[in-house]
């Protein structure tokens, strides 16, 4: 996980490809990456401006490996044309985000199309499908990250997004991602005007095992920035916990209180390299 390759993001900030000056603008705000959407947000007659806008912004952006772009579904005319547009500009964004994903083999042919152009982004995937959900043990073992896409899952389901009915989706998607170490981000938040809404499912998520969280807005990206970005208490935490452990030759230490062992120190590694990782690929405050 101290590859730089693998840090994960702890906020996504989802914008349309509708104009330029919008797209530009996000760039500025303080979000991991920065996702330009072609999909659901377009709708169909402006999906060729999309591209050209999202073209654009590729080609003029200081840098692009924290700009994602997610593509229409595979399978559609429109996915084909996102692709052979971002296979063929000079700026690859950093990270594809696919949607409406239902098998190993769409992420697999993904990669190597974009390989095949000499371009290698990481592949996240959203995870918003019921085959998807049945098979995703196999559909994480090709992908570099999740996203939960709660919204085409609950309407599929004909469920409310609520916390209860999307919770099993969302324990799939940890436990999915533990096993294969990769990105784990969870859901928008749709109630905008809600803000406690927001702060319960930032937190429930945390819990989980979820590393970040999408939004479609920037006013969000304190809140959540706040919480899921490292910071330096846990990291202390985290080291003194590590230095507990080693003292004790790997037993079983007290600290402050607490009884932490192996599993504990596991765990704060884990945090640890996650941290750094994140720093390095993330950090704008320390340039």
Request: proline content about 5%; overall charge negative.
């Amino acid at each position: 996980m101290t590859d730089i390759t693998r840090a994960i993001p702890r906020s996504i900030l989802y914008t349309p490809a509708l104009s330029l000056n919008r797209v530009v603008k996000a760039l500025s705000y303080d979000a991991d990456v920065h996702l330009i959407d072609l999909e659901d947000s377009v709708p169909g007659p402006a999906k060729a401006e999309g591209r050209v806008i999202c073209r654009t912004a590729l080609d003029n952006a200081p840098a692009s490996a924290n700009i994602a772009v997610r593509i229409n579904a595979l399978g559609t005319i429109d996915a084909l044309h996102d692709v052979v547009m971002l296979c063929s500009g000079s700026a690859t964004p950093g990270f594809i985000v696919m949607s409406m994903v239902r098998s190993p083999a769409e992420v697999i042919f993904l990669r190597e199309t974009f390989a095949s152009a000499g371009k290698y982004p990481e592949i996240y995937l959203t995870i918003e499908t019921v085959e998807a959900i049945t098979d995703l043990d196999n559909v994480a073992s090709v992908a570099d990250g999740l996203i939960f896409g709660s919204a085409d899952l609950a309407a599929t389901l004909g469920v409310q997004i609520t916390w209860s009915g999307m919770l099993a989706a969302r324990q799939a998607m940890v436990l999915a991602s533990a096993r294969h170490g990769i990105g784990c981000i969870d859901t928008a938040n749709y109630r905008l005007s809600e803000p406690e809404v927001l702060a319960n499912e930032i937190q429930n998520a945390k819990d989980l095992g979820f590393h970040g969280k999408a939004t479609v807005h920037p006013s969000e990206l304190e809140l959540i920035n706040t919480a899921l970005r490292p910071n330096e208490e846990t990291l202390l935490i985290a080291r003194r916990i590590t230095d507990a452990v080693q003292a004790a030759e790997g037993g079983i230490a007290l600290l402050d209180g607490h009884m932490v062992g192996p599993p504990f120190a596991r765990m704060a590694r884990t945090t640890l390299g996650l941290g750094k990782a994140w720093a390095a690929r993330f950090d704008r405050s320390n340039p």
